[in-house]
């Protein structure tokens, strides 16, 4: 009972594994457009650079050349939004009344 169990798990996790990936062949973001920087790990994409409390120089030289909206990858390359433009930030966080 316990290794039919076991199999159930494994194929599932499979199965979702396979999903994911073939997911991501077929279904392209529209964020793949966007410029950025290379990432620097597959696993965990610029989150180390995002997060480090001491990263501020990283903050600056990204919007220094890239701009005020840019793509970012995060765990297993999934594509982000890193925005620093404050009108766009305004566009984005607050309603028009």
Known sequence: MLL???GVAVLLAVTRAVWLISRRAVVKSPLRNMPGPPS???RTGHLGNLYNPYGMSWHHQLNQKYGGAVQ???IM???HIYVSDPKALHHICV???
């Open 40 to 42: 620097t790990s597959w």
């Open 4 to 6: 039919q169990a076991l």
């Open 77 to 79: 390359g999934d594509e």
């Open 72 to 74: 970012i990858n995060g």
């Open 95 to 97: 309603r028009d009344q």
